[in-house]
Each structure stands twice: as structure tokens, then as C-alpha cells.
């Protein structure tokens, strides 16, 4: 979805710089990219170690601060829609902000109430209070701190690597599902993905799955979304803007993940996140209906 021109983006929602929180790995990484599945894919076939979700082994270069903050540079860049929709960055920024704003709304319908959650925008690596992460881990969620964590370069990996489309909706897809993630640890449903962590109808891929579904909900509801001066973010959505999110939920199923780095091998029991097919199915599921209510994934016996 292209954003309106003249819509304003509100960038005190992001964070830049440094690792944001005090915590070492150790911490539960949910990941909406591809980031887990490729590293518990490499630990399969390598024999790697990837313990308490620290998402890569922190290599020098990652960057870490106590007191993240506003980027100056960012709030010069990202002002309107239209920087949006030509910056990925900025499409970060306008994002975050249409999906908070639709679920500060629409969480106290399900009786709870939302705490925003700020994004970590970075670049290379970067410190979490989950664990050091790269940009080869790609965009995940945090509950220590928190936070969503993205580095928008993984957005060309995304479609160079695993075939994804580059449209918008396919890029805003993937910070609605992490913003999923924090959807349910609101709700106290994060947990159940560490309780079987592995298969196609594990706890891990259903909260997942669950992710997804949520981010077809903001999708049906987007244009509805409004910046302060109540300017919408989103004129419309077509069928093409369909077409480029499904591009990216089949590129990060778990099925398409294993047999393009695997060496066309996939083994559905270790599978954390769901199928390609699973993931189109229920992001579908949630655009069609446009009800959080609809995504329970842990009522139903299969979730493919």
C-alpha cells in the first residue's frame, strides 16, 4: 500500500543508534523475517548453537547504548507519505505509526489496553535485551525491552535471496507481524511459543501464525488509520497490494526458507514458524475478516 503524500509521520515512535536494553542473550527473539528459520536451519545442517533466542553470536560492530533516542538525521528525512513511499526507512516509520495507532483503538475492544512499543531502527548489528542480532537475522520483537528491532536493508534480502516481492505491503507486512508479537505479549499469549517450540502445528509456529493473522487485521482496517491532523495514511488497497504481502508470507515460510537454503530437504518437524501456505492462509484469514477474534490459532486442531 502506497501512503498518502501528505500524511505526517510522527518519527518519536523510533529509535536509532544503539542496542536498546541492559539484558544479555538469553531472552525469547520472535522473529516475523526469516531470522530464526535460518538460524535454527543452519544449527540443523552445521551443527550451530543458537541458545535462549540470542539471535547471532555478536560479532564486533554491533552497536549498543543505554539511552537510545530519535535520530535527528531521520526526522529531517521522514516528514510526509511521500517520503514514505520512496524511503524504507521512512516506510518504517509510517508503518509503526499506522499499526499503533490502529491497535491503541482497537486493543480495548478485546479488553485489554495498548502500551506502544517502540521501534529500533539500525543498521549491521546491533545489541537487544535478547540477544545481538544482524541484519541477516532480519526484523524481530523483544518482550524484555519491549521493542521491534529492523534494519531496513534486510528488505533487499528479503526479495533478492528469497524471492519476495518489493512492494509496499509486502515491507509493511513484516512490522505488522512484529507488532503482532507485541500484541500478544500483551494479551500473555508470547509464552506459548517457548512450550513446543518445533513443528507444524507447534506452539511456536501458532504464535506465529497468530502474528501473521493480526497483520492482516491492521491491513483490512489501514486506511481507517490517521496521523494527528486526521489525514489518512492509506487511500486504498488493491489487489496488487495483496498479491506483494503474499509474496512475502510465502517467502518466509518455513517449507520455502528450508528447501532454498537446505538443498530442497524440508522437515516440517522442525519448523518454527509455519508453511508458506499456512502463512498466506491466515494473514488472509485476518484481512478477510478484519477481526483480532478470528486468529486463535491454539482453537484450532491444524493449523495448515
Known amino acids: 500500500m502506497s501512503f498518502n503524500d501528505n500524511v505526517r509521520l510522527d518519527t518519536s515512535q523510533i529509535q536509532t543508534g544503539g542496542g536498546g536494553g541492559s539484558g544479555g542473550p538469553g531472552g525469547m527473539v520472535v522473529g516475523g523475517g526469516v531470522g530464526g ?10 551443527g ?21 533516542g530519535s535520530d535527528s538525521a531521520l526526522t529531517a528525512e521522514c516528514r ?10 521512512c516506510l518504517v516509520v509510517a508503518t509503526v505509526n499506522s499499526v499503533q495507532d490502529f491497535w491503541a ?28 542480532a544482524s541484519n541477516q537475522v532480519g526484523p ?9 528491532y529492523v534494519d531496513a536493508s534486510f528488505y533487499d534480502l528479503l526479495a533478492t535471496q528469497f524471492g519476495s516481492s518489493r512492494g509496499n505491503l509486502a515491507k509493511e507486512y513484516v512490522i505488522a507481524h512484529e507488532y503482532g508479537h507485541h500484541i500478544q505479549d500483551i494479551l ?44 489518512a495514511f492509506f487511500a486504498n ?3 496488487q497490494d495483496l498479491l506483494d504481502a503474499l509474496s512475502a508470507a510465502k517467502s518466509v515460510g518455513d517449507d520455502h526458507i528450508q528447501s532454498t537454503m537446505g538443498g530442497g530437504q524440508v522437515n516440517p518437524e522442525s519448523w518454527t514458524h509455519g508453511s508458506s501456505a499456512a502463512r498466506q492462509q491466515w494473514f488472509l484469514r485476518g484481512y478477510r475478516s478484519g477481526d483480532p477474534n478470528r486468529c486463535d490459532t491454539f482453537s484450532v486442531a491444524t493449523v495448515e
Open 188 to 231: 500473555g499469549l508470547l509464552g506459548k511459543a517457548q512450550q513446543d517450540p518445533q513443528g507444524a502445528n507447534s506452539g511456536s509456529v501458532r504464535t506465529e501464525l497468530m502474528a501473521d493473522c493480526l497483520a492482516g487485521v491492521w491491513a483490512k482496517h489501514a486506511t481507517e488509520t490517521k496521523d494527528a491532523s486526521g489525514t
Open 140 to 148: 524481530f520483537y523483544c518482550p524484555l525491552d519491549q521493542r521491534v
Open 48 to 68: 550451530g548453537n543458537i541458545s535462549g533466542g540470542s539471535s547471532t553470536t555478536g560479532q564486533g560492530g554491533a552497536s549498543s547504548a543505554s539511552n537510545p
Open 37 to 46: 528459520i535460518i538460524m535454527l536451519i543452519l544449527a540443523l545442517v552445521f
Open 80 to 89: 510526509t507519505g511521500a517520503d514514505a513511499n520512496r524511503d524504507d526507512r
Open 237 to 239: 488497497i488493491t489487489q
Open 105 to 132: 483503538a482497537e486493543l480495548p475492544t478485546l479488553g485489554a489496553r495498548y502500551t506502544p512499543a517502540k521501534t529500533f531502527l539500525y543498521s549491521g548489528a546491533v545489541q537487544s535485551a535478547c540477544g545481538t
